[in-house]
């Protein structure tokens, strides 16, 4: 069983910044993918950024805000966060996809944008 573990959420001002840990119990240079999603109360769980061997993806409303990168020697994916904005505020989860495209995912870490 794959675990994930994510750390770093809290409380920011907007126009701050946080940055999330998301550290797996594998080996994360076997693995098709990882990313991070988030959920904003009320709205579906939303894709945010992934990374995998070909690199790396964000959504367009986080583009030039957000950077996703790893470290595979501490079998860890980050996803740095700056310029934060009110619509930032949601529960951001790390998934993890293996080569057979079985997904795994964390427990979330609450990231909440307020003045």
């Known amino acids: 069983q794959v675990q994930l573990v994510e750390s770093g959420g809290g409380l920011v001002q907007p126009g701050g910044s946080l940055k999330l840990s998301c550290a797996a119990s594998?080996?994360?240079?076997?693995?098709?993918?990882m990313g991070w999603y988030r959920q904003a109360p009320g709205k579906q769980r939303e894709l945010v950024a992934t990374?995998?061997?070909?690199?790396?993806e964000v959504i367009d409303s986080v583009k030039d805000r957000f950077t996703i990168s790893r470290d595979k020697t501490k079998n860890t994916v980050y996803l740095q966060m700056d310029h934060l904005n009110l619509d930032d505020t949601a529960v951001y989860y790390c998934?993890?996809?293996?080569?057979?495209?079985?997904?795994?995912w964390g427990q979330g870490t609450q990231v909440t944008v307020s003045s």
């Open positions: 998934k993890l996809t293996t080569p057979r495209g079985v997904a795994f």
């Open positions: 594998i080996n994360i240079n076997a693995v098709r993918s």
């Open positions: 990374i995998d061997s070909i690199g790396t």
